[in-house]
């Protein structure tokens, strides 16, 4: 598909348990980006990817949160000893370009992994 | 901080009637604003990008604002149909690389 790709859609598990999440973003897109959506809430950036480099970790909530990409393209999200306030929807999107300020390039967003902790 | 405010709550109009949707933002303006559009379960859609040079930008039934000086954008949709039921997102950049989301006012079109 042409489309911004996550899996898995949906996640359920245990309090204490590691998580991955994944993300195929558009082929040619060198910015992804991983957001989080709580019920009601607006979505909270985490992390921005240009090319393989993360240039902004600053919204990942905890150190228990780290992400990779490789290759230009997959981006995995990871939580480590996850806790119930992580449940929420991860959101990714891609870009052409990144530095949003100056180009104004639209994000093109998957359908997101709703992870419930139990 | 920079921050966005969305009506939270929800806009219902009747079908055929314009739908106004109001973006206000604090402290600096953005050089852009953009609209996403969202579906319930599903990711946000890019709808409409204004830059802080333009008043009004169009496209098909959407209309989008932009007043530097009240920091607000609005967002129409004339002849509204149920389609156009969802929620409505307004995004500004922040730094170089963040964009910044409202919360997202829900806009509910009956027949």
């Known amino acids: 598909g042409a489309g911004v790709s996550q899996s898995p859609s949906n996640k359920v598990t245990e309090k204490g348990k590691d998580v991955e999440l994944r993300c195929d973003p558009i082929?040619?897109?060198?910015?992804l980006y991983w957001y989080r959506q709580s019920l009601g809430q607006g979505l909270e950036f985490l992390i921005y990817?240009?090319?393989?480099?993360?240039?902004?970790k600053s919204g990942l909530p905890s150190d228990r949160f780290s992400a990779e990409r490789t290759g230009g393209s997959v981006s995995t999200l990871t939580i480590q000893r996850t806790q119930q306030e992580d449940s929420a929807v991860y959101l990714c999107?891609?870009?052409?370009?990144?530095?949003?300020?100056?180009?104004?390039?639209?994000?093109?967003f998957g359908d997101g992994t709703r992870l419930s902790i139990l | 901080s920079q921050k966005i405010e969305q009506n939270s709550e929800a806009l219902n109009i009747q079908e055929g009637k314009t739908a106004t949707l109001t973006c206000n933002y604090t402290?600096?303006?953005?050089?852009?604003l953009q609209w996403y559009r969202q579906d319930p379960g599903r990711g946000p859609v890019f709808l409409l990008l204004?830059?802080?040079?333009?008043k009004e930008k169009r496209k098909e039934r959407l209309k989008v604002t932009f007043d530097t000086t009240l920091k607000q954008s609005l967002f129409h949709i004339t002849a509204s149909q149920p389609a156009d039921s969802a929620t409505y997102l307004c995004v500004q950049p922040y730094n170089t690389d963040k964009l910044i989301f409202g919360t997202g006012t829900r806009l509910q079109v009956f027949p």
């Open positions: 999107a891609s870009s052409l370009v990144g530095q949003v300020s100056d180009f104004g390039q639209p994000q093109h």
């Open positions: 082929s040619g897109h060198t910015a």
């Open positions: 204004i830059r802080e040079n333009e």
């Open positions: 402290n600096y303006s953005p050089a852009y």
């Open positions: 990817f240009q090319g393989n480099s993360a240039p902004d």
